[in-house]
């Protein structure tokens, strides 16, 4: 692989797509392009394909790329039937209509523990497991027409191929790890539990490993239609493109940070997650610790809370005033906001698995009743939820060396200076980057040079943000969230 050989990875995210362009060798981002996903908990999944036409085109198209790969929000549920038609619009992690059902099937496995040993996850509404048992009870009309289902990176991954066969759909260890019924730790899905979900069986993608190439779009012999593959995204070049296995966001994001043994992320993006790079499987009978796998072959044990940026997006709009502002507000009210407390379950919660829940204040009084006030407790009432993420990996046995702070939020200077006083850590704040577009990339140049470890494409810029630990912050808010 030579200077100047060009991959491209990609972060299908809930919010948008966003493509970014590298050199193989060396990593130096070369172009990028980006554009909107809908809103809303289920999407129709043209709406991807489409914003992945117009990322690649902003991103100046693919035509003198070798090698692409997709990174793609988890869980999400995409049924096709055995023409490899979408039977409805895909339910996304974020949709919590399956929370009776995750709890069904909880019970009728034998409970969480049982989960846990089974795959390394006990269900919730994030799932695709418990989608599959909500399709089948709410709209088995749909289900019945369910040949195949498969997540958002399987389906673009397979777009991509052009191959409308549905047994040509793959995906990779991390993403079907966080299916429900595939397990990490054997390496194997367990059909028995899709059985139990579903009622049937349908055809679930290959599982691919780490470095592996799931297809390759070889050169045009002609003018491709338009409304191919090559001609939407700019690569009906004269050179083969190798499509990747792709990954699941946050073990795409842990690669693109270079996240090894002891590193801990806390990403603030849509979602909320904290999660570690580990040698072993892990199985939490609480349910708190999800164990997915990673995209190098190892494991990724992960916490997510359903309600992240979106607590600093619902603040500044109640206060009337941007992100910026609200981060100036925060930091100048003390810490803790003279008692006031947000317990942010603004859209319920995953961790812990209250879908039903709703956001509280506690503590309101006429002196800390400001705006000030406000924007400091929203912030930290969504620390202190990452918090006990971190707490429950620490539980778990997971270490913590380090702690790498990512993310659109991370952006806030309200949030870097206080999430080591709420974490009791010093965090290691990352340049502002696309890491989970870039893990993507870096998969891409790793299938593409079949050598046995990934590229090593150097560090990153980090800032050091520390601060005295303010443990009563988080006595007081988890009576509040125990209440």
Known sequence: ??????????????????????????????????????????????????ALGQAAAEAGG???VAAVSVAGQQHGMVCLDDEGAVVRPALLWNDTRSARAAADLVAELGGPAAW???????????????????LAEHEPGRAKSTAAVCLPHDWLTWRLAEDRDIRALSTDRSDA????????????????LLELAFGAQPLVPKVLGPAETASILRPSSGFAPA????????????????????????AAAALGLGAGPGDVVVSIGTSGTVFACYEAPIADPTGAVAGFADATGRHLPLVCTLNAARVLDAAAALLGVSLGELSRLALSAPAGADGLTLIPYLEGERTPNRPDATGTLHGLRLTNSTPAHLARAYIEGMLCGLADGLDALTAAGVPVERILLVGGAARSEAVRAMAPAVLGRPVLVPRAGEYVADGAAMQAAWALSGAAEPPAWGGYEAERSEAEPVPWLRERYHEYRDA
Do not use: F
């Not at 193989?24 to 990028?32: I, P």
């Open 177 to 192: 790890s966080g299916t429900g019924y595939y397990s990490p730790a054997a390496g194997a899905y367990r059909p028995d």
């Open 1 to 50: 692989m030579t200077r100047n050989t060009l991959v491209a990875g990609v972060d299908s995210s809930t919010r948008a797509c966003t493509v970014v362009i590298r050199d193989a060798a060396t990593g130096e981002q070369v172009r990028r392009g980006s554009a909107a996903h809908p809103g809303g908990t289920e999407v129709h999944p043209s709406a991807w394909w489409e």
């Open 227 to 250: 409304d191919s593959p090559r001609m939407r995204l700019g690569a009906a070049g004269l050179n083969p493109l190798l499509v990747a296995a792709g990954a699941g966001d946050n």
């Open 62 to 64: 693919l035509e003198d």
């Open 116 to 134: 846990a040993d089974a795959v390394g996850t006990v269900p919730v509404a994030a799932l695709t497991v418990a989608k599959l048992r909500w």
